[in-house]
């Protein structure tokens, strides 16, 4: 498969569609089981406050996840990023509630590069709080 968006239609400032991400606990239960990330501090409310976090959080690599799914829509085909890289900033706390959390992701093209590459950064926010920085992914168009 190849990206579904063309190289020659997109430029630097061209905006990806924003999306918003819902998390609960029981979307990080489900992610441990995923990943046999089972760490306390992403569902046992108690340990988490114990070891200094405000509540249970989510996993880095499920927030990561969440956020390229705004790159890998847009782009039509996951196998389209060559690149992704992130630093996690905030974590994204999930409070033992219905409504949970969420995570909002906003993208653009920042760069056009060589072999028919664009750079898109990343916005990734949890409330009025940025949960990552240098969120960057290298995707390779058609």
Avoid: C
Wanted: charged share 25%.
């Amino acid at each position: 498969m190849t990206a579904k968006i063309a190289y020659a239609d997109v430029e630097v400032g061209t905006e990806l569609p924003a999306q918003t991400f819902p998390v609960t606990r029981a979307t990080l239960v489900r992610y441990a089981g995923a990943s046999g990330d089972f760490n306390p501090i992403h569902w046992n409310e108690k340990f988490a406050v114990e070891v200094g976090l405000p509540d249970v959080i989510a996993h880095g690599m499920f927030t990561m996840a969440e956020a390229i799914r705004v790159v890998t829509d847009w782009a039509g085909d996951p196998a389209a990023v060559v690149e992704y890289g992130v630093r996690f900033t905030k974590p994204v706390v999930v409070p033992n509630d219905d409504k949970g959390a969420t995570i909002e992701v906003s993208a653009k093209v920042a760069a056009l590069l060589d072999d028919q590459q664009v750079r898109v950064d990343l916005l990734a926010k949890s409330g009025d709080q940025k949960v990552l920085g240098m969120s960057r992914a290298v995707v390779r168009l058609a």
